[in-house]
């Protein structure tokens, strides 16, 4: 009789649909998975007191961890995704009942800096985040597309521009430099503010674009598959990353996935074998009109070339099935 692999996945379980998506894919490569939530307590409390790194969070989550999923059980596999709550004591807890200890940054250190003081302490870790990568000698394993639906042999085309992202940094500013330069005939804009608090820093940072772009901003995310048929209905869909993250975000890969172009912000997608200028053009704020526009003017005239890279290919590198974690050769050629 062959025994089933056991995995304990600890992961922030509202963040949006991963729980589920990523036990699915355990579950393809033939573990039994048991989950917990990243920090204790759950909710919002627990949220602010992991972003504020508070030690009340690290003895909670140590607490409910160890005592329902810990004492008295053992796993093949444990798998840490942010861990905003743990700690090097949970850490050694988890150890003696779990043979082996993977984690994934899915942030960069400077917005979850809470792995810092245990990421050496577990059998591998990774992140996808370059310029950590860099500085801490951490493997890269970048991200994927949860998207699986069959996709038309035609793409219906009703944007010619889409734009849906959670509203912070300098996300307003650079969709109002973008669409003064190109001036599209058809977008789709869905701006997502997460709560009272950040609105209020949003409107305060930039009243004027938040009062011109009023009617795209909402209080509620766009549902997964509304967000998925407007990149799947645009011919050009905008990624912005934030200054302070280097890894390149699900977005591209599901655009990619769906053969839709981009424009980005992030210097760091030519470092990823799955772009190329067929399929995306790099623009900054501070850069020149014409940069865009003779990158839009280029983009068009090459066929789209893309490869995908799913959910199966990500888990399969965390858990070494089929790791390549160098980053990929600089794509001189964007």
């Given at each position: 009789m062959i025994l089933q692999k056991t995995c304990l996945l600890i992961i922030p379980k509202k963040f949006y649909f991963f729980e589920k998506n990523i036990t699915d894919a355990l579950n393809d490569k033939?573990?039994?998975?048991?989950?917990?939530?990243?920090?204790?307590?759950?909710?919002?409390?627990?949220?602010?007191?992991?972003?504020?790194?508070?030690?009340?969070?690290?003895?909670?989550?140590?607490?409910?961890?160890?005592?329902?999923?810990?004492?008295?059980?053992?796993?093949?596999?444990?798998?840490?995704?942010?861990?905003?709550?743990?700690?090097?004591?949970?850490?050694?807890?988890?150890?003696?009942?779990?043979?082996?200890?993977?984690a994934y940054n899915w942030d960069s250190f400077k917005y979850n800096p809470g792995p810092l003081k245990w990421y050496r302490s577990v059998s591998q870790y990774f992140t996808f985040d370059y310029d950590d990568a860099a500085k801490y000698n951490i493997p890269v394993v970048e991200l994927f597309t949860s998207f699986t639906a069959t996709l038309p042999k035609q793409k219906n085309i009703k944007y010619d521009l889409s734009y849906i992202v959670r509203n912070h940094s300098e996300r307003l500013q650079y969709i109002d430099a973008i669409l003064n330069i190109l001036k599209p005939e058809s977008v789709f804009i869905y701006i997502y503010e997460m709560n009272v608090f950040t609105f209020i820093e949003n409107f305060i940072k930039n009243p004027r674009l938040y009062l011109k772009y009023r009617k795209y901003i909402h209080n509620k995310p766009l549902s997964y598959a509304d967000y998925t048929k407007v990149i799947n209905d645009s011919v050009f869909t905008v990624d912005y990353a934030h200054s302070d993250q280097t890894g390149i975000t699900m977005r591209c890969y599901e655009a990619v996935k769906m053969n839709t172009k981009l424009i980005t912000n992030n210097t760091h997608i030519s470092k990823s074998e799955y772009f190329n200028p067929s399929n995306t053009i790099v623009y900054n704020l501070n850069q020149h009109a014409d940069i865009l526009l003779k990158g839009i003017a280029k983009c068009k005239t090459l066929p789209f070339s893309a490869k995908t890279r799913d959910i199966n290919d990500f888990i399969g590198e965390i858990l070494g099935f089929n790791r390549n974690t160098e980053p990929a050769h600089l794509n001189l050629s964007m």
């Open positions: 033939g573990y039994k998975v048991t989950v917990s939530n990243d920090e204790y307590p759950e909710g919002i409390l627990g949220k602010i007191m992991g972003k504020l790194q508070l030690p009340f969070v690290f003895i909670k989550t140590y607490k409910i961890i160890y005592n329902r999923y810990l004492k008295d059980k053992s796993y093949d596999v444990a798998l840490i995704f942010k861990g905003r709550g743990m700690s090097g004591k949970l850490i050694m807890a988890i150890e003696k009942s779990v043979k082996k200890i993977i």
